[in-house]
């Protein structure tokens, strides 16, 4: 069976855009990356968003 992945579309500021894509080719990764582990971290209760 083919894998389906979704596409999430998410509104940051341009700087927070810029900031998060230079840090995350400096540390060898993606911003999707980032974004799938945070998503992660939050679904097993590690992270909480802030209230």
């Known amino acids: 069976m083919e894998k ?3 596409n999430l579309m998410v509104r940051i ?3 927070t855009h810029t900031a998060l894509k230079e840090k995350a080719a ?3 990764t993606t911003m999707s990356e980032v974004v799938r582990y945070c998503v992660d971290l939050f679904l097993k209760g590690k ?3 802030p209230q």
């Open 4 to 6: 389906k992945d979704k």
């Open 13 to 15: 500021s341009k700087e």
């Open 26 to 28: 400096a540390e060898g």
């Open 47 to 49: 992270i909480r968003p």
